[in-house]
């Protein structure tokens, strides 16, 4: 065969292919290392959130099931969990003690009620102002915070549930001294003041702008009855009472929520579940499982809606109450029960 010969091949018969070149082989390769480390990198993720769920379940002191039997059993619809801040001023912390005193026993300071439904992108908070007028089951008319005082965590279950229709399937308490531990451990939280603002009762005192507010400075705000600011040269009151301390209490849950949940906290979240846990009084039906699943939902709603019940101000017997106010409390009721928009 000579230089200029080549091979011919049968009209019906095609040449055989080329064999794969090397940058091909490199190629795939590559994508499939690639897909290795991102499977990997997702399970060592998913481990790293079980373990800080671990951790945050591990933490919490619970309350046996016996001791709250007003509590509803959970289904597969939505989940409610009552959120409670006591008032308590067992172990202050210096920097606040100094502004709330030494009183004995406890009151529920914040009272929620948080609305999962699993599986979808829908969270609402529905706060309960403490003075809010209710039937205290074996205690007659009082406002509904006394319920704790009078028969501790479950009474205020059973108060809650026969005040607003609501099932009730689980119960977390937080104390405001470890509620300012919390906020410590997530970084503090963001507030903008359009104006100084003080309460010279709780402790607050801050300048207009945005400011970074660390756990004592957060519990003063969010307990602030008596809030004013510094409009003109002169203090003027704005949004105290029951009403606007509400508004606040969401203002920084709702923040709270977003930095327990954000994806850039996972490096930390065993650490913040720790903090969170030792912070935290729950049943002790709340398990694991539980703790995964609110956290996933969480993490999936992002952004939570919130309303606080229509309430106005009442005087009966020299006593100042909140009345809910008929049928705008009962609307907000409905919404909040079926997951429809609360405004």
């Known amino acids: 065969m000579t230089g200029q010969d080549t091979l011919q091949y049968p009209a019906t018969q095609a040449p055989p292919p080329a064999p794969p070149t090397r940058p091909a ?27 800080a769920a671990w951790r945050l379940d591990d933490s919490i002191t619970r309350i046996p099931a016996a001791e709250l039997p007003s509590l509803d059993p959970v289904t597969s619809g939505p989940v409610n969990y009552l959120l409670v801040g006591s008032d308590s001023r067992a172990n202050l912390e210096p920097e606040l003690g100094g502004f709330f005193g030494d009183f004995a026993g406890q009151r529920a300071d914040v009272i929620m009620v948080l609305h999962v439904l699993p599986g979808s992108s829908k969270t609402q908070l529905l706060s309960l102002p403490r003075d809010l007028k209710v039937d205290i089951p074996g205690q007659g008319t009082n406002r509904i915070n006394a319920a704790y005082a009078f028969g501790g965590p479950d009474l205020l279950v059973n108060t809650v549930k026969r005040a607003t229709g609501l099932p009730i399937h689980h119960y ?25 603002a003080r309460d010279n009762k709780s402790g607050l005192s801050v300048t207009a702008g945005t400011t970074q507010l660390s756990g ?3 519990v003063a705000f969010v307990r602030s009855r008596q809030y ?8 003027v009151g704005v949004d105290q009472g029951d009403i606007g301390r509400t508004a606040r209490q ?8 977003d930095k327990a949940t954000s994806p850039a906290r996972l490096l930390d979240a065993p650490f913040v579940a720790q903090d969170l846990g ?4 729950a049943d002790d039906r709340l398990g694991f499982t539980d703790i995964v699943k609110l956290g996933f939902d969480l993490l999936r709603a992002r952004n939570i809606e919130a309303a606080t019940l ?14 809910a106010i008929d049928p705008d409390a009962g609307r907000v009721i409905q919404a909040f029960q079926s997951g429809a928009p609360l405004q």
């Open 250 to 257: 969401q203002q920084v849950l709702g923040q709270l929520i």
């Open 25 to 51: 082989r490199r190629k795939r390769r590559w994508g499939r290392r690639l897909l290795l480390v991102l499977l990997l990198a997702v399970i060592g993720a998913v481990g790293w959130a079980a373990f």
């Open 172 to 196: 977390v308490e937080v104390g405001f001294s470890q509620f300012a531990d919390v906020v410590d451990g997530l970084g503090g939280v963001e507030v903008t003041f359009p104006f100084d």
């Open 310 to 323: 229509p309430v106005r101000g009442s005087t009966e017997g020299g006593v100042a109450y909140l009345v």
């Open 216 to 218: 004592p400075q957060a």
């Open 228 to 235: 004013e600011e510094l409009q003109g040269g002169a203090w």
């Open 278 to 281: 030792d912070a935290l009084v």
